[in-house]
């Protein structure tokens, strides 16, 4: 079983709507979880940090966990077509090792 | 501030050959880890190397290995190479312990065994 697990889409929104990007992960102890974006050809950039049971919101970006069904995602308001790219959520583990998802490929039409 | 440095950025190489590549953090960043990312697979986690110190070690073979030297630079070495480790092959530092910081990535380095 992976460590965590994302549906790999694609997703596509129109511009200006909310995409929502989930994730699950299978280590109960994990403690820290974290978004990545990946643009085509490019390297993964962090995003969105969260730690607590709740939402985390910076910009038009908002993380929320719930580790009670280890589940974490990532809300995209006003979805602008810069904003197309794969997203990697990533989490550590209980054995202090960092793990990504495969990542949901995003695409943000005009 | 100079961010993640790898090098080189593409290699060809054939079968049973081994190469090296090299990483070098952002000035402070003290936790050096490498990733292989392949179309399958995704990013999977190889090591995480912090104070020359293997860390952590994910689910690859021996033929995979890696260091780091004083200076926080590190080096992953691939030995008897199988068409399967064509990846690109990524390095991200972090000022603390992987797990508790931020990564910052490098823009690879594109292998492919031919």
């Known amino acids: 079983q992976k460590e965590v697990e994302q549906n790999s889409g694609p997703l596509s929104v129109p511009e200006g709507a909310i995409a929502s990007l989930n994730c699950t992960y299978s280590?109960?102890?994990?403690?820290?979880f974290f978004w990545y974006r990946q643009y085509s050809g490019k390297s993964p950039e962090l995003i969105m940090s969260i730690y607590s049971n709740g939402d985390k919101e910076d910009g038009r970006f908002t993380a929320q966990l719930n580790k009670a069904s280890q589940y974490v995602s990532l809300l995209i308001r006003d979805s602008q077509p810069s904003d197309s790219a794969t997203y990697l959520c990533a989490g550590a583990n209980t054995g202090n090792q960092f793990y990504f998802g495969t990542g949901t490929s995003l695409t943000v039409i005009p | 501030k100079a961010g993640v440095t790898q090098t080189p950025r593409y290699l060809i190489k054939t079968r049973g050959q081994q190469v090296t590549l090299s990483c070098s953090p952002i000035s402070g960043h003290r936790s050096v880890s490498w990733y292989q990312q392949t179309p399958g697979q995704g990013l999977q986690f190889l090591f995480e190397?912090?104070?020359?110190?293997?860390?952590n070690k994910g689910n690859f073979p021996g033929r995979f290995s890696g260091r780091q030297f004083s200076n926080s630079r590190s080096e992953m070495n691939v030995s008897t190479l199988e068409l399967g480790d064509s990846a690109l092959y990524l390095c991200?530092?972090?000022?603390?312990?992987?797990?508790?910081?931020?990564?910052?990535f490098g823009e690879g380095s594109r292998l492919t065994v031919l």
């Open positions: 280590d109960r102890g994990s403690q820290s």
């Open positions: 991200a530092s972090s000022l603390s312990l992987a797990e508790a910081g931020e990564l910052f």
């Open positions: 190397y912090f104070s020359e110190t293997q860390r």
